[in-house]
Structures are given as structure tokens and as C-alpha cells.
């Protein structure tokens, strides 16, 4: 049963990336490389790179970072607005269930090969670090640091995001010889880094969306509040453990069901044996069965 719910997950976020990628023309010779239709003005809820020749829709951090205007300072509150209600009602359910570079992360640690255990004096401190980075490269940064033409730059875009690079920078290099032949350090590094989070991810369990991601972070800060959440019933728990050693984001659902490292892929609830754990709109429905079994 376990195996066909994981099976069913991959299977959704696979579709979704490739329904969010569907733009076929983008990879022909000839072809328009990128799409700029009216589709293009509509964030996907996962990380997806608006440069990619398939991409149908935007890149919501990118969307963030480029709808500032820097010469006015006018914040993005329709973006924000639009993905704040994305986190209040699913929270991180996105990252579990619709994003393409979560599930190519994912495959990458199903690499046979010893795999690493973060201390947790380095892994908790490092959690923080996409937070610093969703506040200070996707905020303050655009808002606050003019390019020449007086407007705010995508800093995260532009300087580290390997899903830009994996899906964007190296397709459009292939198929685009006058691209090539302009390459300079910031592919380069931006290529470095991307090739250092996939051998990361051979051995760490999606270490870009622990570490890294600032769309994660932005969606962790409504875990605790969005309308589908995690459940606990206390009454059926035995505290056996077995669900915080099922969590390969190191959550302990039984202690923490709404942790804003969750990405609520269910595994957890798959594993547990007396069936306590739960997801969904269901917290009323819990107080009732807690009420009738008193």
C-alpha cells in the first residue's frame, strides 16, 4: 500500500511537470524558444523556470523578484497576494505533490549509494539559511537595488537558482548556437552549483528544498495555519517512532504534524500502523471521535 501511494505521488508530479512544460515548439529547431503567451502571465505553485523552451507559465519566485519596480519601490502584492493564499490553504503540500525539481531531487537519492546523515547541530542551523535567502535575494534586494535602467534584478534568478539553470540556461544553450558562443562566469557558476545540488542530492535527501529554496520557506511560514494540515489523534498514537524515522525531512509528524519542513508527501502517515496520522480538513472531525471514545 505504501509503495503505490509513493508510486502515486511520483506519478502526480511528473504529470504536472509535464503539463506546466508542454510548450513542445520551444524544443524545436526553428521554433520560438521560449513561450510568450497569456498563459505566461500565471505563476505556476511550483519552482519552474520561466526560460525553460517548454514553460507554459511563470516561475513564481521569479514573478516575485521581477514585478518589483525598483524606481517607485512598489511591492508585488498580487504575486505575493497569490501565493500567500496558495500557503494558507495547502502549505508545503506544493513541494511534496507539484514540483518538478522536488521529484528530479527525489529520483537522484533513489542512486544506490551510501547516503549521509546531516548532524543536527549543521542541519537545524542550515534550515534558516532559505529563509535568509527568500528575504534578502527575493525581497529586499530587487526592492531595494536598482540595475541600470532604475528597476529591481531577479538576485536569486540571476545568481543561484539550479532549476533555472537545469531547466532553463543549459536547454537554451543547446539549441541556440549564438548563445553558446557567449557563455561567461555567471553560467559557469551558475552551472557549478547546480551540478554540486545534484550530486548533493544522490546522498542528501532533497537538500535544495531543506536548505536552499526560497519558495519553500515562503510557503513553510503558513504550514501551521493552512486549511489542509496534519492530524494527530493522541488517542491511537503509541509513539512507536516510526513515523519520524519514516520522514526523510526530518520531522517528527507525531510531535510537530504541521513543522514548516514538512512537505506533506504523506509517508508518514503510509507507515504508521495504528493509523493516527492524517491529512486534510479534518480537525473538527477529529474532536468529535476524541469526545465520543471519552
Known amino acids: 500500500m505504501a509503495k503505490k501511494a509513493a508510486a502515486l505521488r511520483k506519478c502526480v508530479q511528473a504529470g504536472w511537470g509535464i503539463l506546466t512544460n508542454a510548450y513542445v515548439k520551444g524544443f524545436l529547431p526553428g521554433g520560438s524558444p521560449i513561450y510568450k503567451g497569456e498563459l505566461k502571465k500565471i505563476c505556476v505553485p511550483g519552482m519552474n523556470c520561466y526560460s525553460c523552451p517548454g514553460a507554459l507559465g511563470s516561475c513564481p519566485i521569479g514573478s516575485m523578484q521581477a514585478v518589483f519596480d525598483g524606481r517607485q519601490?512598489?511591492?508585488?502584492?498580487?504575486?505575493?497576494?497569490?501565493?500567500a493564499l496558495i500557503g494558507l490553504i495547502v502549505g508545503r503540500f506544493v513541494c511534496g505533490w507539484l514540483c518538478l525539481f522536488g521529484l528530479i531531487q527525489e529520483l537522484l537519492y533513489k542512486i544506490p549509494t551510501p547516503k549521509l546523515t546531516i548532524p543536527k547541530k549543521i542541519d537545524q542551523p542550515l534550515r534558516y539559511l532559505k529563509y535568509l535567502i527568500l528575504f534578502v535575494m527575493v525581497f529586499a534586494l530587487p526592492f531595494f537595488v536598482r540595475s541600470k535602467?532604475?528597476?529591481?534584478?531577479?538576485?536569486?534568478?540571476?545568481?543561484?537558482?539550479?532549476?533555472?539553470?537545469?531547466?532553463?540556461?543549459?536547454?537554451?544553450?543547446?539549441?541556440?548556437?549564438?548563445?553558446?558562443?557567449?557563455?561567461?562566469?555567471l553560467f559557469r557558476w551558475k552551472f557549478f552549483l547546480l551540478i554540486v545540488c545534484i550530486l548533493s542530492s544522490i546522498f542528501i535527501y532533497r537538500p535544495f528544498c531543506k536548505y536552499i529554496c526560497p519558495l519553500g520557506a515562503f510557503y513553510g511560514l503558513f504550514q501551521k495555519v493552512s486549511l489542509?494540515?496534519?492530524?494527530?489523534?493522541?488517542?491511537?498514537?503509541?509513539?512507536?517512532?516510526?513515523?519520524?524515522?519514516?520522514?526523510?525531512?526530518?520531522?517528527?509528524?507525531?510531535?510537530?504534524?504541521?513543522?514548516?519542513?514538512?512537505?506533506?508527501?504523506?509517508e508518514c502517515i503510509n507507515a504508521c500502523p495504528k493509523h493516527a496520522l492524517s491529512m486534510g480538513i479534518r480537525e473538527k472531525a477529529l474532536r468529535v471521535s476524541k469526545s465520543e471514545q471519552k
Not at 73 to 83: D, E, Q
Request: hydrophobic share 35%; proline share 6%.
Open 73 to 83: 519601490r512598489k511591492f508585488a502584492f498580487y504575486v505575493v497576494g497569490y501565493l
Open 149 to 185: 535602467v532604475g528597476v529591481g534584478e531577479p538576485f536569486f534568478c540571476k545568481y543561484i537558482c539550479p532549476v533555472g539553470t537545469l531547466e532553463g540556461g543549459i536547454p537554451l544553450v543547446l539549441l541556440n548556437d549564438t548563445m553558446r558562443s557567449t557563455l561567461g562566469w
Open 228 to 266: 489542509v494540515r496534519m492530524h494527530v489523534d493522541e488517542n491511537a498514537c503509541v509513539n512507536c517512532g516510526l513515523c519520524a524515522k519514516t520522514c526523510k525531512m526530518n520531522v517528527d509528524p507525531a510531535k510537530n504534524p504541521n513543522s514548516s519542513e514538512c512537505i506533506r508527501c504523506r
